[in-house]
């Protein structure tokens, strides 16, 4: 393949190669060396299309084609550049790539726009390597300050101002991005929805809410085979037993109510050695913000219980929360009438994953735009959309940019 690509194909194909896993996964988390080396090869991209490009001081990479008028409204375009743990190729990489071949092609086709058409490659969103997600659209948004990263570690206990210097970012006087007349994400679905219903794109009206929680339990660590049961403080009984209360309570809700145990620590991780600590991390997710409230309570309140029942320590912290958000009703209205316009099939549904776009409703009008995933499957190698179905993003995704900056 050429040093660039040309075609979205080629394009996804490019950028999956930063960071690709052994298993055909790619894991691409902030700072690391794959995540500069991605950023650096699309910064080179872009401007071997013409674009301005810029980092702001946390790693956001932007790509601007200016209007006719600098101090014209930015209609800015773009997703996250970074993965989850042995990914797949389209989460997030897609949104930013379509970005610059939609932009790129405007150019060509009419020229200078009314307003600046901007793409931004965001540092992260997923919350892959340090307990903070969306750190990208946080500081451009205003929902997070430095202050917010001071002291965070990955599982490694590497700092994150270390790493992000180290990345080549210091963070300094960092300033809220302002005038921008709209924000817009294309994204996969990652879920089943759209091929299921055959449909060819997805308008989203509402992103769910979600609340990350680290959970720690700890008891008395002690030998295997000289502790009797009845003598035991042993936190991994204790986790266990929370789990299943999160899982049986997770079912007495409706189905948008979703939580999930991703990651389960114990220590000292020995066969021959009762547990001295378990952590534990909880993922809950609905679209009505009391709902989700109700259930954090209930399961909380049912931690401690079982904490005391058991002679154990908990301790529950919440180390990411976003608000569930309706979409902007006037662009979504404007990308049902390109489906109709161009007799391309859509649905209008909810987004059971978070997105950048949900933080930038706070400062702009945002929209993000779905294409099917196959088998709903994402967050793993297999994730996959076909070619076809890309492509109908980006006409989609073009023909919005024209109609809002021409
Ligand atoms: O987890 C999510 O919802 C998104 O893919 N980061
Ligand atoms: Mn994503
Ligand atoms: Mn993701």
Redesign the pocket.
């Known amino acids: 393949m050429a040093q660039f690509p040309n075609t979205l194909k080629q394009a996804i194909e490019w950028l999956s190669t930063f960071g690709k896993d052994s298993d055909g996964g790619v894991t691409r988390t902030l700072y690391s060396k794959t995540w500069r080396e991605a950023q650096d090869a699309l910064k080179k991209w872009m401007e071997g299309r013409g674009f301005h490009t810029y980092y702001d001081s946390i790693g956001n990479l932007f790509g601007r084609l200016p209007s006719d008028d600098a101090e014209a409204p930015t209609i800015l375009v773009g997703s996250h550049v970074d993965t989850v743990k042995s990914g797949g190729k389209y ?1 997030g990489a897609y949104g930013v790539i379509a970005g610059v071949l939609a932009i790129n092609h405007l150019y060509e086709k009419f020229g200078k726009p009314k307003m600046n058409l901007e793409v931004v490659s965001l540092c992260e ?2 919350g892959s390597r340090f307990p903070i997600a969306c750190w990208g659209s946080g500081m451009m948004t205003g929902v997070y300050s430095l202050n917010d990263v001071v002291g965070l570690m990955d599982s490694e206990g590497v700092n994150f101002l270390d790493a992000m210097k180290e990345s080549g970012f210091h963070c300094q006087n960092y300033s809220l991005r302002n005038n921008l007349h709209a924000f817009i994400e294309l994204h996969i679905e ?1 879920g089943p929805s759209l091929e299921k219903l055959d449909k060819e794109i997805g308008i989203v009206q509402t992103i769910v809410g979600q609340k990350r929680f680290r959970i720690t339990v700890k008891g008395e660590t002690n030998h295997a085979g000289t502790t009797l049961m009845k003598w035991r403080k042993d936190p991994l009984h204790g986790a266990v037993k929370m789990i299943l209360s999160l899982y049986e309570a997770s079912m007495q809700y409706d189905d948008n109510l979703v939580a999930t145990v991703g990651q389960l620590f114990v220590a000292p991780n020995v066969p021959n050695v009762i547990p001295g600590q378990v952590d534990f991390t909880i993922d809950a997710r609905h679209p009505v913000e009391s709902t989700l409230i109700h259930f954090y309570e209930r399961f909380s309140r049912e931690f401690f219980l079982l904490g005391k029942e058991l002679g154990l320590e908990v301790e529950l912290s919440k180390w990411h929360e976003v608000l569930p958000v309706q979409m902007d009703s006037k662009l979504n209205d404007k990308v049902l009438n390109i489906c109709c316009e161009k007799g391309i099939s859509y649905h209008v549904m909810n987004s059971g ?2 997105h950048d776009a949900q933080l930038f409703t706070r400062i702009c009008p945002a929209a993000i735009i779905f294409v099917p995933s196959r088998a709903g499957i994402s ?1 793993s190698p297999f994730e996959y959309t076909s070619h076809q179905d890309l492509e109908t993003g980006l006409k989609v995704l073009t023909q919005l940019l024209y109609e809002l900056a021409y």
């Open positions: 989460d969103e997923e990652q994953a978070g967050h």
